[in-house]
């Protein structure tokens, strides 16, 4: 596809889709006991790639790329990206892998996530991707996912040279620390930052807050911090906005911070002030634990809105450290 024929201000999400197969325990579980388990569904999930799918629900422009298995949930996953507004000509499907699949185990307000091991190739980078890359506004991602792309870095640095910033979701599993030479160099790179409690503490490491300041520095840097059912704090050299949560009760909190990211990108794209994000965002997850599945955030600004008028009167105390 011809960049003159790509609309403006779109975002290219990079991380790859999976399958969720979610059961409900009938009892709770509990390590080293037996537990009784019964299927409830089996959806597409991927932490970047339900960011993607619910940010182009919002009505952002968004593509993903991703490389895809060739089994017998390919057609699915394509068909549900396609559905929402996905663009996926920039995805590769691999013949003779298997598509990445995962358990998700029910059990109260708790869940527990089993993933299937896979070594199924990551993108491989070509002209197309990356002058698609070029000419977004945001690339959204997570800094492991941006490690698999051959010449990883000397692509950041081209990217940040064309003023495309980078979001990336700072899930725990994703970065090594700070301090690592090698994680700092996409640290210090993003524009925007997502951590949820788990990372944060992690990323913080006994300094408290202090190191995300040490992050943001004289910097534009966007740090979001996500913390449950408490709501969330948007900082920046600037100071912080917190944002108080809605006291709702969640059936499943799979997806919620993958809501979250997606609305307040949106909310970045829309021109939206930094308070008006997190708010969209806050909204946005805190309806979508209402529902089980990863992608139940897939609704139009009206949903989320609407959502925040009705529960207007159910908002927790701001959060803060």
Do not use: W
Not at 22 to 44: A, H, M, N, T, W
Not at 53 to 64: D, E, H, M, N, W
Not at 269 to 297: D, H, K, P, Y
């Amino acid at each position: 596809m011809n960049q003159t024929n790509r609309p403006s201000g779109y975002v290219v999400a990079v991380g790859p889709n999976d399958i969720d197969e979610y059961y409900e325990c009938v009892q709770p579980l509990v390590v080293g006991d037996k537990c009784f388990i019964r299927q409830l569904s089996v959806s597409p999930g991927g932490l970047t790639a339900n960011s993607a799918v619910i940010l182009s629900a919002f009505g952002t422009k968004t593509y993903l790329l991703d490389s895809l298995g060739d089994d017998q949930y390919t057609p699915m996953l394509l068909e549900d990206l396609r559905s929402h507004g996905i663009d996926t000509d920039y995805i590769e499907v691999l013949p003779g892998e298997e598509n990445i699949r995962a358990q998700i185990l029910l059990s109260g307000n708790e869940k527990t996530v089993l993933l299937y091991e896979n070594h199924k190739p990551f993108i491989t980078m070509t002209p197309q991707k990356r002058e698609l890359m070029e000419g977004a506004s945001y690339i959204y991602t997570t800094m492991v996912n941006m490690k698999e792309i051959a010449g990883n870095r000397e692509l950041i640095d081209d990217l940040v040279a064309h003023g495309v910033k980078i979001m990336y979701d700072a899930e725990r599993s994703t970065f090594t620390s700070y301090d690592d030479p090698d994680d700092r160099f996409y640290f210090e790179r993003a524009s925007v930052l997502s951590f949820n409690d788990a990372s944060l503490e992690k990323f913080c490491a006994g300094r408290g807050l202090a190191a995300i300041d040490e992050l943001i520095g004289e910097s534009d840097k966007i740090v979001l911090l996500t913390l449950g059912a408490k709501g969330c704090i948007v900082k920046t050299r600037e100071g912080e906005i917190a944002i108080p949560a809605y006291d709702v009760k969640p059936k499943d909190t799979t997806g919620a911070g993958d809501t979250f990211n997606a609305g307040f990108l949106h909310g970045l794209c829309s021109g939206m002030t930094l308070r008006e994000a997190g708010e969209f965002a806050t909204a946005a997850a805190n309806r979508s634990i209402l529902s089980v599945g990863s992608r139940t955030g897939a609704v139009s600004v009206a949903e989320v809105e609407a959502f925040a008028r009705d529960h207007a009167g159910l908002r927790v105390a701001p959060p803060a450290f």
